[in-house]
């Protein structure tokens, strides 16, 4: 696991039948291909077979709260984790990405009821986003799909005492 100070206070283990959706975004993909590859890496070593965690890219970042959106309405998945990397450039469009983004990716889990993970990394620059993607800060893909277990975990629970229906 990656240095993350947020780290479960007890072993995480993937209900049987969870199914996970990864939408990453291409843009930055240096960055971003190795956060997939975090997220591919955690969901695997929590006993997670490949067939039950569906991939699909997007352009950019912008394009992620959609493809969530889409992703979760469909009620086939546990939990979205949305993959990214916004760097810093010399304009403003840096913060209507990132602001864009989050509220989008916070609105669809809102909207639609299923945990939609925010793995996007929001960076000065470059070398901040690949320290986050596997180097000095670990990889926060992992973390994300670190998340996205526990979050499957949580809404089962509430299921299992009552509190909520399972989803169809």
């Not at 010399?90 to 639609?112: C, K």
């Amino acid at each position: 696991m990656s240095g993350d100070r947020n780290q479960p206070l007890v072993e995480i283990e993937a209900p049987s039948d969870a199914q996970f959706a990864i939408v990453w975004s291409r843009f930055n993909q240096q960055v971003v291909s190795k956060l997939l590859d975090g997220a591919k890496a955690c969901f695997s070593e929590h006993g997670v077979p490949g067939d039950s965690v569906y991939i699909v890219e997007v352009p950019g970042a912008l394009e992620l709260p959609y493809a969530a959106q889409q992703l979760a309405q469909s009620k086939r998945f546990d939990a979205v984790v949305a993959l990214g990397a916004v760097i810093r450039g010399g304009t403003p469009h840096f913060e209507y990405v990132s602001e864009g983004t989050a509220r989008g990716l916070g609105r669809v889990a809102l909207d639609t009821g299923t945990p939609v993970i925010f793995g996007v990394l929001t960076t000065d620059d470059e070398t901040q986003a690949l320290d986050r993607a596997g180097g000095a800060h670990g990889n926060k893909g992992r973390d994300a799909a670190l998340t996205a277990l526990e979050m499957a975990v949580f809404d089962r629970k509430l299921v299992d005492h009552g509190i909520t229906t399972q989803r169809s």
